[in-house]
């Protein structure tokens, strides 16, 4: 069984561009998590999508975005790029109504804002 | 508010040595608590949760973990390190199914 992919697996940008990410989840998992984890620091949750729709949001502002597709896939998009954007962001899956399971995570996209 | 905390930045410990990595929450309610483990730049693995049933949970890799309500700790433990556990841990409650909410993280290095 494939895991969670994510792609691209790294991606430069400049100030002010904008950067588009992408998850695939795992077969069967309706739940989407991106987290977004600076250099040295922990995970900081920016986003969480369920059968399509947005479900809870992170305290980040509202250049980070994103959605779900029919397929459950994910996009997450930030536009206006910072340097403080530079970053790895993680993609989870889950399914959902079990409640109580773990996340499953892919390898990230590891995002470098020039 | 539910929280994680992760007392210790940094753990180091002596390969074939017992080791723990600690861990508190702050919930409302019934703790759904996970460990995850991150390797250099790669994505977090899950390691093992607690739902209910028995304090003393089994993992992946030889660690386990024990739950204590009245501490409300959720601490990871391996009887006998091994310089391949040297990485990135995170402890993770789960906020009834709205977001995990992770720890800081602590980072584990196994001497040899």
């Known amino acids: 069984e494939a895991g969670v992919t994510q792609s691209p697996t790294h991606l430069i940008k400049t100030r002010g561009q904008q950067a588009t990410l992408r998850c695939s989840p795992i077969?069967?998992?309706?739940?989407v998590y991106w987290y977004q984890q600076a250099l040295g620091l922990g995970l900081q949750f920016l986003l969480w999508?369920?059968?399509?729709?947005?479900?809870n949001r992170g305290n980040f502002p509202p250049r980070f975005s994103g959605r779900q597709f029919p397929n459950y896939s994910s996009e997450l998009n930030v536009n206006a790029l910072e340097l403080e954007d530079s970053a790895l962001y993680l993609c989870?899956?889950?399914?959902?109504?079990?409640?109580?399971?773990?996340?499953?995570f892919g390898e990230g996209s590891r995002l470098t804002v020039l | 508010a539910q929280s994680v905390a992760q007392p210790e930045d940094q753990v180091n410990v002596a390969e074939g040595n017992p080791l723990t990595v600690k861990c508190t929450y702050s919930?409302?309610?019934?703790?759904?608590l996970f460990w995850y483990v991150q390797y250099p730049n790669r994505g977090l693995q899950f390691l093992l949760k607690?739902?209910?049933?028995?304090?003393l949970v089994k993992g992946s890799y030889g660690f386990e973990a024990e739950f204590n309500k009245s501490r409300t700790s959720f601490h990871l433990k391996t009887p006998s390190a091994l310089v391949s556990d040297s990485a990135l841990y995170f402890c993770?409650?789960?906020?009834?199914?709205?977001?995990?909410?992770f720890g800081p993280g602590t980072r584990l290095s196994v001497l040899p």
């Open positions: 989870a899956s889950s399914l959902l109504g079990q409640g109580i399971g773990e996340l499953f």
């Open positions: 077969s069967g998992h309706t739940s």
């Open positions: 999508y369920d059968e399509g729709e947005e479900r």
């Open positions: 919930v409302s309610g019934n703790p759904y």
């Open positions: 607690y739902i209910t049933g028995d304090n």
């Open positions: 993770a409650l789960d906020n009834y199914g709205q977001n995990f909410v």
